[in-house]
C-alpha cells in the first residue's frame, strides 16, 4: 500500500514538460546530503581557488624583504589547505553519491513499476531497446547532470565568487576590466571551439558510412566469396576508407588551427591583464602591491577558465534535461491498463459468452474483430483458425485481457470482463506461447517463476507431464541447470516442453496455446502435443494453431475471416460443409502429401 502512495505521488510530481523542476523534485528529501556535498566541495577546492592569493602574499614577503616567518607561515597554511583535500574530497564524493544514487534506484522503480501496469499496446508501438535506454541512459544522463553541476559548475561559481570578492576589497576598480574582457575572452574562445562542431560533424557521417560499408561487406563475404568479387568488393571499401582518411586529416588540420589561434587568444588576453595590472602598480594608478599584480592576473585565468566552463555546461545540461523529457514518455503515459478498485476475481469457472464483441486498434481503420458472438463453455477447447489477418490473435489479446473489447461484451462466468481486476484473474490463467520466454536461470526458476518455495513432488509431477522430466534428469546439474539467455543452451523442443510444465504447475482453469507447436520437429512435436493433451484436460483451453491437423480433436473450431465468424463446428462436421474450413485443410493435406 506504501509503495502504490508513493508511486502515486511521484507520477503527480514528474513533469517532463518542466524538467527543471522535476530535476529538483528528484532530489526531495536529498536535501542535507547535498548541502554537505556542497559545503565540502567548497572546503576542499579551497587550494586552487586560494592560490592567486596565496601566491600575491609571497611576492609581497620576498619583494619587500618581510620577516621570513612569514613565508614558513604561508607554507604551513598551503600545506594544511593541501592536506584536507583528501578526507574532504572523499566526504564529498560520498555524500553527493548517496544522494544521486538514491535519486537513480527511486527513479528506476518508479520506471519499472510504471511498465508494468502500461498495456499491451503501449509495448506493441515501444521497441524494447528505446524503453531499455530510458531506464539505463536516461537516468544515468540525469545523475551526470547533478555531477556536472556539483564539480564543474559548482567550481566555476566558486572561482568567479573568490575571485569578485577578493578583488572588490584590494583592487574594486579592477572588477570593472574583469567584466568587459572575461566574458570576451571567454565568448571568443568558446566560439572558436564551436566552430569546429561543422567539421567534427561531417567527419562523424563519414565514419557512419564506413562502418556501415564494413557491416555491409562482413554479411556479403558469402556472396562474394561465392562469386569471386572480392577485389571489386575491396575497392568499395576503399573509396570509403580513403573518404575517411581526407576527412579525419582535414579535421586534425583545422583543429590544430583553431586551437593555436585560441590558445593565442586567450593568453593575449591573459598578458594584457598582467600589463594593464603592472602598469597600475607602477604609476600608482591605486594601491596595490607586486603580489596584487600577480593576483589579479591569475585570477584573470581562473575568471576566464570559469566561465568557458559554464558556457560547456549549456549542451550538457541541455542532455540531462532531455532525460527527463524523455522519461516522462513513459512516466506520463495515459495508456495503462486500469484495474485499480474493480472487482476482484477470487475464483474461476472458466465460461466464456462474446456478446456483438468488436475491436479495432488504434490508428486503424477498420476494425479488427467484428460482430463476434460465441459461447465457450467452461472446460471446452476452442480452436481458432483461419486466414492470416483474419483476427485469432486479437480474440486471445481479448481472452487475457491485453485489449479491451472497443464494442460489445465478453462475459467471464457471467461477469462482464470490463468491471473486473484482470490481474487477479490471470492467477487463473495460463499461456503458452509459439515462442517460449524463458530468463537466464535454472530450470527449476523459470518452471516455478512467481509461485515462490514450490513442493518437490509437484514440480516432478508437472515435468514429467511435460515430457520434459526424460531430458532433465540427463543434464549434469539437473534442475539447477541454467538454461542462458532467453533459454539459449536448450533446444526448441526443451524449452516448449519447459513452458508445458510452467502452466501445469500453476493449475489454471483457462488455457491458451498461441501456435504451441508451430516451430517444432515432427519428433517434438509428438512429445509436447502429447503433453499439451494432458494440460488441456478438464481447462478451457483456446487454440490457434497454423497446422490445422493439430486442432482436428477439439471441441469446438471457430473459423474466421476479416475479423467475422465464418463456419462453427467440430472437425468432420466442417469437412463435411465444404466451406472455408474444408478449404484450408484440403490446401494443407495437399501440399503435405506434396512433401
Not at 567550481?155 to 568587459?180: H, K, M, N, S, W
Amino acid at each position: 500500500m506504501r509503495n502504490l502512495k508513493e508511486q502515486h505521488y511521484f507520477l503527480e510530481r514528474f513533469q517532463g514538460s518542466r524538467p527543471i523542476q522535476t530535476f529538483l523534485f528528484l532530489y526531495e528529501g536529498q536535501g542535507s546530503r547535498l548541502f554537505w556535498s556542497f559545503l565540502l566541495y567548497v572546503i576542499k577546492v579551497s587550494p586552487a581557488v586560494l592560490l592567486p592569493i596565496i601566491t600575491a602574499r609571497v611576492v609581497d614577503v620576498i619583494s619587500t624583504r618581510a620577516p621570513l616567518q612569514h613565508l614558513w607561515m604561508w607554507a604551513v597554511v598551503m600545506a594544511i589547505l593541501l592536506v584536507q583535500n583528501i578526507p574532504n574530497h572523499y566526504l564529498h564524493v560520498r555524500y553527493l553519491s548517496m544522494a544521486t544514487r538514491t535519486m537513480e534506484n527511486r527513479l528506476r522503480a518508479a520506471i519499472c513499476r510504471h511498465l508494468q501496469h502500461l498495456s499491451i499496446g503501449f509495448y506493441n508501438r515501444t521497441s524494447a531497446g528505446s524503453l531499455q535506454n530510458k531506464v539505463l541512459r536516461d537516468v544515468e544522463a540525469i545523475e551526470q547532470l547533478t555531477r556536472i553541476l556539483f564539480d564543474t559548475g559548482l567550481g566555476a561559481l566558486v572561482f568567479i565568487v573568490v575571485a569578485l570578492v577578493t578583488t572588490a576589497i584590494r583592487a574594486p576598480e579592477f572588477i570593472l576590466f574583469y567584466v568587459v574582457t572575461v566574458p570576451a575572452a571567454a565568448l571568443l574562445v568558446r566560439s572558436m571551439r564551436g566552430a569546429l562542431s561543422d567539421h567534427n560533424s561531417a567527419f562523424r557521417k563519414e565514419l557512419e558510412a564506413m562502418s556501415a560499408r564494413i557491416m555491409e561487406m562482413t554479411s556479403l563475404i558469402p556472396i562474394t566469396r561465392a562469386h569471386g568479387l572480392e577485389d571489386q568488393e575491396l575497392k568499395r571499401v576503399s573509396h570509403t576508407l580513403d573518404r575517411v582518411k581526407e576527412a579525419g586529416v582535414g579535421l586534425d588540420s583545422i583543429n590544430a588551427m583553431f586551437n593555436a589561434v585560441a590558445w593565442v587568444t586567450f593568453n593575449v588576453f591573459n598578458m594584457g591583464c598582467l600589463i594593464v595590472a603592472g602598469y597600475v602598480y607602477y604609476v600608482q594608478l591605486l594601491p596595490i602591491t607586486v603580489g596584487d599584480v600577480v593576483m589579479l592576473s591569475g585570477f584573470f585565468g581562473s575568471l576566464t577558465n570559469a566561465v568557458i566552463n559554464l558556457i560547456n555546461l549549456v549542451p550538457q545540461m541541455s542532455k540531462g534535461l532531455e532525460a527527463i523529457r524523455s522519461i516522462g514518455e513513459v512516466l506520463e503515459s495515459p495508456d495503462l491498463e486500469h484495474n485499480s478498485g474493480k472487482a476482484v476475481v477470487k475464483g474461476v469457472r472458466g465460461e466464456f459468452t462474446f456478446q456483438e464483441v468488436c475491436f479495432q486498434y488504434p490508428d486503424e481503420d477498420q476494425h479488427a474483430i467484428r460482430h463476434f458472438n460465441l459461447t465457450v463453455k467452461a472446460g471446452e477447447t476452442v480452436a481458432l483458425v483461419g486466414p492470416s489477418g483474419s483476427g485469432k490473435s486479437t480474440i486471445l489479446s481479448l481472452v487475457i485481457g491485453f485489449n479491451r473489447a472497443t464494442c460489445g461484451k465478453i462475459l467471464l462466468d457471467g461477469k462482464n470482463m470490463e468491471e473486473l481486476d484482470l490481474r487477479t484473474y490471470r492467477r487463473f490463467l495460463s499461456v503458452v506461447p509459439q515462442e517460449s520466454l524463458l530468463f537466464e536461470g535454472s530450470i527449476r526458476d523459470n518452471v516455478t517463476y512467481g509461485l515462490g518455495k514450490v513442493d518437490e513432488d509437484r514440480l516432478l509431477e508437472a515435468l514429467k507431464d511435460a515430457n520434459a522430466w526424460e531430458f532433465i534428469e540427463r543434464l549434469p546439474e539437473g534442475l539447477e541447470t541454467r538454461v542462458g539467455e532467453k533459454g539459449a543452451r536448450l533446444s526448441g523442443g526443451q524449452k516448449q516442453r519447459l513452458a508445458i510444465a510452467r502452466a501445469l504447475i500453476r493449475n489454471p482453469r483457462v488455457l491458451i496455446l498461441d501456435e504451441a507447436t508451430s516451430a517444432l520437429d515432427t519428433e517434438s512435436e509428438h512429445l509436447i502435443q502429447e503433453a499439451l493433451e494432458r494440460l488441456m484436460k478438464g481447462r478451457t483451453t483456446f487454440v490457434v494453431a497454423h497446422r490445422l491437423s493439430t486442432v482436428r480433436n477439439a471441441d469446438r473450431i471457430v473459423v474466421l475471416a476479416q475479423g467475422k465468424i465464418e463456419e462453427v463446428g467440430p472437425h468432420q462436421t466442417l469437412l463435411e460443409q465444404q466451406g472455408l474450413y474444408a478449404q484450408l485443410y484440403n490446401r494443407q493435406a495437399g501440399v503435405h502429401q506434396i512433401h
